[in-house]
């Protein structure tokens, strides 16, 4: 789930432990979700791009029903990503610029899209998603929150591997700024390496908040037809606004 500057350690040299810090199995709901606003495409959808796929973990789910092409900035990342899924093709790329030089029937991003920080590279990425995704095709975009629908978080969680290491984490969520159109989320990590040695590490996350209008003049302005959907989910949180990008057939 990257777009991040790559000064970021949780998707450089702590990549490796991202397993360990959020599952696959944490998103099947979540991905089934997405998987039926991709198939509203007006043409049938079977090849899907997903920019900024990070460890892969919704491609996990996803490749069950659509051939996956998964993007990441971060080449940590995508080796996470190429373990759990071999039979995806992935390449490295930044969701604002990267051109593969074809089009899907679909283009997915997930919560990466959080890192776009200033409307200049949100309305990029979301460029990106509409030079790739075939005319009748469709793009789905799911951002952690709005403006209308932010609220403050703290979460934690992580598990034992079965190699003898273990990792837990605190997240906590929260806007020092309303004006700034930002948010921070604080990351703390316990790391437990094989022989028993434990680490700590603090990283610090800038998001983008942008409110609903914002994102839908955007999706509109790049060429889609833009609509939103709330949500549907069992996960005891916030639900989250999606958008989606129609393109002309």
């Known amino acids: 789930m990257t777009a991040a500057p790559t000064g970021h350690r949780f998707y450089g040299d702590l990549a490796p432990w991202w397993p360990l810090l959020s599952a696959p199995a944490e998103y099947e709901e979540e991905a089934a979700f997405a998987a039926s606003l991709l198939r509203r495409g007006e043409i049938p959808v079977r090849e899907v791009l997903e920019l900024g796929s990070g460890g892969g973990n919704n491609a996990f789910h996803l490749k069950r029903s659509f051939t996956m092409t998964l993007v990441d900035l971060s080449e940590s990342m995508l080796a996470v990503s190429r373990a759990l899924n071999p039979d995806c093709t992935h390449a490295q790329g930044d969701m604002r610029t990267v051109r593969l030089g074809r089009q899907f029937d679909a283009v997915f991003i997930h919560d990466a899209i959080c890192y776009m ?133």
């Not at 022989?195 to 603090?202: I, N, S």
């Not at 800038?206 to 989910?233: C, D, K, N, Q």
């Open 117 to 249: 920080t200033t409307e200049a590279d949100l309305r990029a990425a979301i460029e990106t998603a509409f030079v790739h995704c075939r005319p009748g095709g469709v793009a789905v975009f799911e951002p952690d929150e709005t403006t209308e629908r932010f609220v403050p978080l703290t979460d934690h969680g992580g598990e034992d591997g079965d190699d003898g290491r273990a990792a837990r984490y605190l997240l906590w969520s929260y806007d020092p700024d309303p004006h700034d159109g930002l948010t921070t989320t604080e990351f703390v990590f316990a790391l437990r390496e094989a022989d028993g040695t434990v680490h700590h590490v603090h990283e610090t996350h800038l998001h983008g908040l942008f409110p609903r209008a914002t994102w839908m003049r955007l999706v509109g302005e790049v060429g889609f037809t833009a609509s939103a959907v709330i949500e549907e989910t069992t996960d005891d949180r916030p639900r989250r606004e999606l958008f989606v990008g129609h393109k002309a057939a």
